[in-house]
């Protein structure tokens, strides 16, 4: 991994970061009649892993879990480039 001090510059840039769950496949006519307060399925239970992404780009793994009722991600495993 590069030296952190040659990355000072970029240590405060934000990254999207988002975890993909699959989901169903719409098609156009159901994805036009979507609204607000729509509520679209998926069939990925808690204990399931997802990618993560950073940008758009994939840098891992997590599983969704949800104590106390709140979906969450835990990072199981992280792919850097060196």
């Keep these: 991994m590069p030296e952190t001090s040659s990355l ?3 240590m405060s840039i934000p990254l999207p970061v988002e975890a993909v769950v699959e989901g169903p496949r719409l098609t ?3 994805l036009l009649a979507l ?3 729509s509520v679209i399925g998926t069939t990925v239970p808690a ?8 940008g ?3 840098i891992g793994a997590g599983e969704l879990t949800a104590p106390a009722g ?4 835990r990072i199981l495993t992280l792919q850097r480039k060196d």
């Excluded at 709140?70 to 991600?73: A, G, M, T």
């Design 70 to 73: 709140n979906l969450i991600v």
């Design 28 to 30: 156009v006519k159901a």
């Design 56 to 58: 758009g780009a994939a």
């Design 47 to 54: 204990g399931n892993n997802v990618e993560v992404r950073a």
């Design 8 to 10: 000072a510059p970029y």
């Design 35 to 37: 609204a607000a307060g």
